[in-house]
């Protein structure tokens, strides 16, 4: 089993920068592609961006957040991150850390001026 344990959301106004961590109990967690997803109010939950396991060379972007996010892996301290810059108000959501099945309890961010 895989805990997942999510930091980093606020509020902040448009335009400024957030880093979200997710930090992944176990052993194996280099073994792990990780993803970042959010759900805003009223909508159904998405994908935001995803990062291979190792190493992390490939990863992958959902249209609207390529770049302003960037999503990064620190294997040694099993944490991946969610850098997010010039947010605008509909990044506003609680995003969510997911492997394998396994979800965090998300953390909130809230665009706005």
């Known amino acids: 089993q895989v805990q997942l344990v999510e930091s980093g959301g606020g509020l902040v106004q448009p335009g400024g920068s957030l880093r979200l961590s997710c930090g992944a109990s176990?052993?194996?967690?280099?073994?792990?592609?990780m993803g970042w997803y959010r759900q805003a109010p009223g909508r159904q939950r998405g994908l935001v961006a995803t990062?291979?396991?190792?190493?992390?060379?490939?990863?992958y972007y959902t249209d609207s957040v390529k770049g302003r996010f960037t999503i990064s892996r620190d294997n040694a301290k099993k944490t991946v991150y969610l850098q997010m810059n010039n947010l605008k108000p509909e990044d506003t959501a609680v995003y969510y850390c997911?492997?394998?099945?396994?979800w965090g309890q998300g953390t909130q961010v809230t665009v706005s001026s």
């Open positions: 990062i291979s396991s190792g190493s992390g060379g490939n990863t």
């Open positions: 997911y492997t394998r099945m396994y």
């Open positions: 176990g052993s194996r967690f280099s073994m792990y592609a």
